[in-house]
């Protein structure tokens, strides 16, 4: 029970980073397109720099707000249709476990190309002339922390797979 309530505690704290992250950049994005849209009748000055700022809130919205969604197991899907077919909880969790384990092998190649486009990374932005870095570390830290949460759900569903308890009450009639 203490390395569940450890695991909980890990998840809120990267929940709350995220979701501060990604509605601190939302709130920027809204003010800066307000003021652009202020700036296109009342041209009082020129936000030549835009787009290096919209650049880097999407992508670590996008990036961040996906690791978020994956901490929760709560990407959308076709449906779960082929769960449905099959018969006994040890079955659907070795369909489940196969799902991890391609969504694992997923993120563990996109942390690697995505490590590499950030190591190669030297450009600087045009305006504020910080790295493209910054931009592109969104990918390689969240694509980490995916593939870290892929293989805790795939722990997850061998234990599910293996545990003899469960599925001896599953399978029991109430």
């Avoid at 961040?64 to 449906?79: C, E, M, N, R, T």
């Avoid at 092998?105 to 486009?117: E, K, N, T």
């Amino acid at each position: 029970m203490k390395a569940k309530a450890l695991l909980e505690k890990i998840d809120n704290v990267f929940l709350a980073i995220f979701k501060w992250i990604c509605v601190s950049l939302f709130m920027l994005l809204t003010i800066i397109i307000t003021a652009n849209v202020f700036v296109r009748y009342v041209p009082v000055m020129s936000l030549h720099w835009l787009d290096e700022i919209v650049e880097l809130a999407f992508a670590w919205m996008v990036f961040f707000g996906s690791a978020a969604v994956w901490i929760l197991k709560g990407h959308f899907s076709a449906g779960d249709w082929i769960s449905r077919l099959l018969r006994g909880p040890r079955a659907k969790a070795i369909y489940r476990l196969i799902v991890d384990l391609i969504a694992f092998v997923f993120m563990a190649v996109f942390f690697w190309y995505s490590r590499q486009l950030f190591n190669r990374a030297i450009e600087v932005t045009a305006v504020f002339e910080f790295p493209k870095k910054v931009i592109y570390a969104c990918m390689p830290i969240s694509s980490a922390i995916m593939a870290l949460y892929s293989l805790r759900f795939i722990v997850e569903r061998l234990v599910e797979i293996f545990s003899p308890k469960k599925h001896d009450q599953t399978s029991q009639p109430e």
